[in-house]
């Protein structure tokens, strides 16, 4: 299986700020890589697929970024609804896996 | 828009059959890949598997001894069965689907099971 991994664990910042969480895969994956948001007692919500492209209605101050083994999401200028936990998933080969985790909390 | 929710029993016993149904509105279910995910606090997100109407399927490896899943195209229906299962397993179950085997554009509200005896 392909390992997942995410830092940091966690990161606390302001409204405005500009966060870059990375994802690290065990092996290459090539751009097979997705990006969710799942707020306390919801559901996950596909934020970026394909490493790079902006999953319909998502605002546009996240993005995605790299290919093979590390990528970043990027949150440009942070909003109080965007506190939440972000994960990455692998979707280049069977079994999917997701990372542990990036928890984002407010400063 | 599609929609899933997710139903079945919160409790099942160790060793039994853990089943469960989603129903899908808003979309035909010949038109997306569906899978099941689950989250447990010790383990993360972990993809159980897919199924495509075609019957084409991919199951995790970790499970795939023990995991069936189908579709009910008449009822609109995605199920799951989990067999001899045990604590390790108590989970919230979701079930999700996409345009595409491996992304996942569409959860349901998830539902929580619990194995006890």
């Known amino acids: 299986d392909i390992q997942m991994t995410q830092s940091p664990s966690s990161v606390s910042a302001s409204v405005g700020d500009r966060i870059t969480i990375t994802c690290r895969a065990s092996q290459g994956i090539s751009s097979w890589l997705a990006w969710y948001q799942q707020k306390p007692g919801k559901v996950p919500k596909l934020l970026i697929y394909?490493?790079?492209s902006l999953q319909s209605g998502v605002p546009s101050r996240f993005s995605g970024s790299g290919s093979g083994t590390d990528f970043t999401l990027t949150i440009s200028s942070l909003q109080p609804e965007d506190f939440a936990t972000y994960y990455c998933?692998?979707?280049?080969?069977?079994?999917?896996?997701f990372g542990p985790g990036t928890k984002v909390e407010i400063k | 828009q599609v929609q899933l929710q997710e139903s079945g029993p919160g409790l099942v016993k160790p060793s039994e059959t853990l089943s469960l149904t989603c129903t899908v509105s808003g979309g035909s279910i010949s038109s997306y890949f569906w899978s099941w995910i689950r989250q447990s606090p010790g383990k993360g997100l972990e993809w159980i598997g897919y199924?495509?109407?075609?019957?084409?399927?991919n199951y995790n490896p970790s499970l795939k001894s023990r995991v069936t899943m189908s579709l009910d195209t008449s009822k609109n229906q995605f199920s799951l069965k989990l067999n001899s299962v045990t604590a390790a397993d108590t989970a919230v179950y979701y079930c999700?689907?996409?345009?595409?085997?491996?992304?996942?554009?569409?959860w349901g509200q998830g539902t929580l099971v619990t194995v006890s005896s």
């Open positions: 998933q692998q979707a280049n080969s069977f079994p999917f896996t």
């Open positions: 394909a490493a790079t």
């Open positions: 199924f495509y109407y075609s019957g084409s399927t």
């Open positions: 999700a689907s996409g345009s595409t085997w491996n992304y996942f554009d569409y």
